[in-house]
């Protein structure tokens, strides 16, 4: 059974940047898509950035575009999320998840395709 880890999340002043990681379990991870989600107080939970695995394309949110890069290093089994310029807005619960099925998706941004989901990890930007 595949598990998911994040780790990195903290408290950050508004303009600041952070690093993500989700460590994943499985032999298989450079079959994963992976992605990020988040969910806010009071908001139900949005995509923020996805990768497939085949080609490593790419996904982002409008709202964190030019600013968030999500990329992964298939021998550590690790996907990341580099956020930069953050804002308030941007404080949630961050969401890794993971798509074992080997499909090539060609929509990464949709919750119900993900089958594995990590526990969260906390970003918070203060004003």
């Known amino acids: 059974q595949v598990q998911l880890v994040e780790s990195g999340g903290g408290l950050v002043q508004a303009g600041g940047s952070l690093r993500l990681s989700c460590a994943a379990s499985?032999?298989?991870?450079?079959?994963?898509?992976m992605a990020w989600f988040r969910q806010a107080p009071g908001k139900e939970r949005e995509f923020v950035a996805g990768?497939?695995?085949?080609?490593?394309?790419?996904t982002y949110a409008d709202s964190v575009k030019d600013r968030f890069t999500i990329s992964r290093d298939n021998a550590k089994n690790t996907v990341y999320l580099q956020m930069n310029s953050l804002k308030p807005e941007d404080t949630a619960v961050y969401y890794c998840?993971?798509?074992?099925?080997?499909?090539?998706?060609?929509?990464?941004?949709?919750?119900?395709?993900?089958?594995?989901w990590g526990q969260g990890t906390q970003v918070t930007v203060s004003s």
């Open positions: 499985g032999r298989t991870f450079s079959s994963y898509t």
């Open positions: 990768m497939s695995w085949r080609n490593s394309r790419t």
């Open positions: 998840a993971a798509d074992t099925s080997g499909v090539l998706r060609i929509l990464l941004t949709t919750s119900r395709q993900y089958d594995t």
